[in-house]
């Protein structure tokens, strides 16, 4: 599956953005798919994730209560509303497939065009 993230850019502290990420392929549906972002110079990091049917919603500890996860697998794709957002959650932005591996989420598929998100304080 080829994956394309859209809808970061610039905001001030406690404003907020709807990420959107559309993929390609005919398997999305079968997916659990998880949100990723990498700040400068950090390690990429789970953000959220989302089960096949958008049943079942994950999240990191950091954006609990703030950001919302959804799919739409009718479209491919999967969203991520960010609200009340901190410097903190200044980066770029990933989708991919995720499957849990020793009590982690993590990331299976390529990684495709992130977007950057860039909160001012």
């Known amino acids: 599956v080829q994956l394309q993230a859209s809808g970061g850019g610039l905001v001030q502290a406690g404003g907020s953005l709807r990420l959107s990420c559309t993929a390609s392929?005919?398997?999305?549906?079968?997916?659990?798919m998880g949100w990723f972002r990498q700040a400068p110079g950090k390690e990429r990091e789970f953000v959220a994730g989302?089960?096949?049917?958008?049943?079942?919603?994950y999240y990191a500890d950091s954006v609990k209560g703030r950001f919302t996860i959804s799919r739409d697998n009718s479209k491919k794709t999967v969203k991520l509303q960010m609200n009340s957002l901190k410097p903190e959650d200044t980066g770029v932005y990933y989708c991919?497939?995720?499957?849990?591996?020793?009590?982690?989420?993590?990331?299976?598929?390529?990684w495709g065009q992130g977007t950057l998100v860039t909160v001012s304080s």
């Open positions: 989302i089960s096949t049917i958008g049943s079942i919603t």
């Open positions: 991919n497939p995720i499957k849990m591996v020793d009590s982690t989420w993590t990331p299976f598929g390529n």
């Open positions: 392929g005919r398997t999305f549906s079968s997916y659990v």
